[in-house]
């Protein structure tokens, strides 16, 4: 009967959800004004010739002329019609496709009332973006609900705090990277792990465990770097890098061996806290033998999902390398080589996270855990 209660006001929800997603990207189809760049929207597209292109590596490619006809929507010659030519690859690794309906940031040339003359520019991607963010937050707060919201909420404010320390670091010229973002490391934990669980005895284990486990790491990475003399360490391979490598580096790490490790340190601990609540009785040596159990279930497939994360990111980069005749040394060196230093340093802190959450639990956790 319960059930039968709410479940209107559930159906309201997902309709108000469904209406305030569509009224989201219609917005962004119609929002040409707020920007300073013109924009075009394409209303006939005329595909031109074909030419095959090899290069000295055999690699085989067409390119495709298209010319475009629409009209701009912002700006002093709003309304006005445009024709513009746009030459893209089939492969799109440097170029862009362009459809009927599409908007599109213009350069215009001749400003002139007779005709005007302009090239494309790139994509206006602001409703792709908007729908996924709508999609997100949607599922979030629909399906986990207040849980979900905490969820958001943290996840901007992260993103707020990202930025800030982004300015901070731009402001000193990299000095100071790394106690810049391993400060912002701290307060990323705390504040995720105070919105998502509370303020509460749990919350504080789960952050001692995050910033021990993930400390210790980098400090056993930073003792390897010492003793090998850092030897295979490829720093100049990291792209459009204006600062200092190796702390930027060494900022890389530290935030993603945070991530897996708080991962990992929530499950156990919130897992050995439900535990403790079934079952009260149970002693300080059996929680933690409990934990190790948990976390050994776990540490796999997380030290996977980095993995996995990491050859995703690589993966088109040394794709290319490889067609272009660069051996595969060369391609690991150039693309691999520090993102799986850091994963080693990441699976170190996963890998430790599982003792050092399951002692933490086991001894300072409440007698008798309150439901």
Known sequence: MQFLKTRPGRIWTWVLALVLGFLLVWGTQHDAALYHDPIMRVTQVQTGRRATMTDDFHNHDTQITQKLTGVILNGQHRGRRLTISNTYSRSRAMDQRYRRGSQLFVVIHNHSRSKLTATAKDLKRDTTLVFMIWLVVALLLLILQFSGLMAFLSVAANGVLFYIAILINGSTQGAQVLWIFGSLAVVFAALTLWLVIGTNRQMLITLATTIGGTMVALVIGLLVFHFTHERGVTYESMQYVTQLPRPLFLAETLLGSLGAVMDESTDIISSLFALKRERPELTAGQVF???????????????????????????????LF??????????????????VVQSLISGIGIVLAVPLASYLASRFMEKRVIK
């Open 322 to 339: 490889l067609k272009n005749g660069n051996s595969w040394g060369y391609t690991f060196t150039m693309n691999m080589s520090l993102g």
């Open 289 to 319: 033998k409990s934990g190790r159990q948990i976390g050994s279930t776990i540490m796999g497939p997380l030290i996977n999902v980095l993995f996995f994360i990491f050859v995703a990111d690589t993966f088109p980069m040394a794709m």
